[in-house]
């Protein structure tokens, strides 16, 4: 079967960035619903007509991705208001800021600690790969039919091609 919208497609990918350095690795096939919210457009489109095999190399500058850095999404808040046992890499979901938080710090994203000094914590909203550009190789593992149910949802269940908080030994974007 060849992929076209409103099918589901199993990934394995390699993401580098553009001096080579190994972002993400994702060794075991995971499965994304192509024309829903799981993959990068401009990843949708190269996939368009490719079927079981197939091996792409993609390069995705950062408005093909993640989109550029921007420092209106950094903000000093005062470190009295997160728990003592706040760290640097944890991330809070802009609805769960503490009251007292700059009230301009949009609530629909996601912050990341950037960095903890003793009386302030710098909170970043831009997506950790914001402003980089992206190098990806992608096997199409497999291709089927989407569900009614995964159509209506918008996602194979695996999430948005998104970064998620890095565990260890996880994959730092699924």
Known sequence: MEITQQ???????????????????????????????????????????????????????????????????????????????????????????????????PRNTLYTVAEIYPEHIVLDGNHPLAGIALRLQLTVQAVREATEEEIGRGSAGTGFFRVQPQAPGGSLLH
């Open 7 to 105: 099918c589901v497609v199993a990934l394995t990918w390699t993401l580098k960035d553009t001096l080579g350095e190994e972002l993400d690795v994702l060794d075991e096939p995971v499965e994304f619903l192509v024309g829903g919210d799981d993959l990068l457009p401009r990843i949708e489109e190269a996939l368009q007509g490719h079927g079981p095999g197939a091996t792409l190399q993609l390069h995705l500058e950062p408005e093909d991705a993640f989109g550029d850095f921007d420092d209106q999404l950094l903000f000093l808040e005062p470190r009295s208001l997160f728990p003592a046992e706040i760290e640097e890499g944890m991330t809070f979901e802009g609805t769960a800021l503490p009251e007292g938080c700059n009230p301009d710090a």
